[in-house]
């Protein structure tokens, strides 16, 4: 976004209060809560929609997403009932139904989760409409993995005006498919379509993301044969019939990350309950590589910074087991405050460094290169995104007028007013609420200085 829109942007947020003042330098210290995973959640629920019996998801977080996927729900028919502070959803897809396309298409809004439901609905109702998706803007994220997926299945993909509407004219029979590239939505699409198609499927280069082994754990609650083979292999025989699952979400290990990120950079100390070891090993090697301590309980884990100097580190996102690319954006605000020239290579999103902009504007060194900066070239090397940065620490960063890119370039964003001297005001602060519940009640617990 050109600095004149950023500026419009502001002065049009500033009218409808959308945005936060933080006077930062403060070290956030305290305990926190993170419940369930977003990126798990809203998938779990559109899953429900091929369970002939109801269903119920606990430890779902209070995020916009969540009332997103909800109200979509909703539209097709679906009883929805959400507690959520007991963090529980009851989801009663027994008599579902076509949406309004209109109505689809307005509620979907900036959400990415339409796209899944192209299974579900095919096996429930024999055809899907499916909105012009949003989601944020990191990189071009086509759908043609999953458009190729689908076909293979025998589905029939018709572009529209608002959308696309599907159909499966002979039925949705098992294949063989290979993903060009372990996309993790890809993954799931294949998954929700595969449990219930006619014979087998194979799916190679599948993504294995612990919040996707957590879906397959749901499927297999509701009837799905799946097994997971070496080498990122899904074998999945179809049934005719799911019924409802009872589960309990695994944490949101990007809150986790992002929170523990924050606590680095402000030379703080927060215990974060809920999170999980077994799903973070990446991350607590590099959070200790740098210099920051944790302190891994059966309640939580506790990130801190233990004194001395900081170290700059070499750090390259991938797919799991590797550094995940929602970590990195939080994450490389802590890096602005080690000593040395820390590189960062981005190989999952072309575009997910704009958010540096704002950090430079706040007194970092962030300098962007087309090249592949890691140990290994990437998809991008050849197509001109600036996807490695060299960041040149420490620095001190200082409060300025902020605008919120996208999701985690949104706390990241909020990670920096919190560590800069001075005031900054950041706006369309109702963003993060997307994927972060009550951020402001924890910045709020955490000592930090807000309003
Ligand atoms: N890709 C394609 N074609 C496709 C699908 C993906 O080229 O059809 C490419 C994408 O452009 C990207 C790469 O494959 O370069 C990986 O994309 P993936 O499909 O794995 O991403 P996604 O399913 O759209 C989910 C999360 C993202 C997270 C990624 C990677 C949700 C709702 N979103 O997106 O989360 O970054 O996986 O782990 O689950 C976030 O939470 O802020 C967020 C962006």
Same mark, same amino acid.
């Given at each position: 976004m050109s600095e004149n829109r950023v500026v419009d942007e502001m002065e049009h947020l500033e009218k409808l209060g959308d945005y936060l003042v933080v006077r930062g330098n403060k070290a956030l210290n305290g305990e926190i809560t993170v419940r369930g995973a977003k990126n798990f959640v809203s998938k779990c629920m559109v899953a429900a929609?091929?369970?002939k019996t109801p269903s119920v998801l606990k430890?779902?977080?209070?995020?916009r997403d969540v009332q997103v996927v909800s109200d979509l729900l909703r539209l097709h028919g679906c009883k929805v009932d959400y507690a959520p502070k007991e963090g529980i959803i009851h989801i009663d897809a027994t008599n579902i139904s076509h949406g309004e396309v209109a109505d689809v298409s307005t509620l979907a809004g900036?959400?990415?989760?339409?796209?899944?439901f192209c299974g579900p609905l095919l096996h429930r109702l024999g055809e899907a409409f499916i909105p012009s998706l949003g989601g944020?803007?990191?990189?071009?994220?086509?759908?043609d993995f999953h458009f190729d997926a689908l076909r293979k299945f025998g589905a029939v993909i018709a572009k529209e005006k608002n959308g696309i509407h599907i159909t499966a004219p002979t039925g949705l029979k098992g294949t063989k498919i290979r993903l060009p590239y372990p996309s993790v939505g890809a993954t799931e699409q294949v998954l929700l379509t595969a449990v219930c198609a006619s014979g087998k499927t194979e799916l190679s280069n599948a993504a294995v993301e612990p919040e996707i082994l957590n879906e397959i754990d749901v499927l297999q609650k509701m009837g799905a044969l799946i097994t997971i083979d070496t080498d990122r292999v899904i074998h999945i025989e179809g049934v005719s019939d799911m019924k409802g699952f009872a589960h309990t979400a695994l944490t949101d290990r990007i809150e986790v990350a992002s929170w523990a990120s924050a606590a680095l950079s402000t030379y703080g100390d927060i215990f974060i309950s809920g999170a999980k070891q077994s799903h973070m090993t990446t991350f607590l090697n590099v959070f200790r590589k740098v210099g920051g301590e944790f302190d891994i309980r059966d309640e939580g884990i506790r990130f801190y910074y233990p004194g001395g100097k900081l170290r700059s580190i070499p750090l390259e996102t991938d797919v799991?087991?590797?550094?995940m690319t929602d970590w990195q954006q939080p994450f490389a605000v802590a890096l602005t405050q080690v000593h040395g020239l820390s590189i960062v290579h981005e190989?999952?999103? #072309?575009? %997910?460094?704009?958010?540096?902009k704002a950090l430079c504007r706040m007194g970092a060194s962030i300098q962007l290169y087309?090249?592949?900066?890691?140990s290994r070239t990437c998809?991008? #090397?050849? %197509?001109?995104?600036?996807?490695s940065a060299v960041i040149a620490g420490p620095t001190k960063l200082h409060g300025a007028n902020i605008l919120v890119p996208d999701l985690r370039g949104g706390f990241s964003h909020i990670v920096a007013a919190v560590t800069a001297v001075g005031e900054s005001k950041v706006y369309?602060?109702?963003?993060?609420n997307r994927g972060y519940e009550s951020f402001t009640e924890k910045l709020l617990a955490l000592g930090a200085d807000i309003g």
């Open positions: 929609l091929l369970g430890n779902v977080p209070d995020i900036s959400s990415r989760i339409p796209i899944l944020c803007d990191i990189g071009g994220r086509p759908i799991h087991p590797g550094f190989t999952v999103y #072309e575009q %997910r460094f704009d958010f540096t087309k090249e592949c900066l890691g998809r991008f #090397e050849e %197509r001109n995104f600036r996807h369309g602060i109702s963003l993060i």
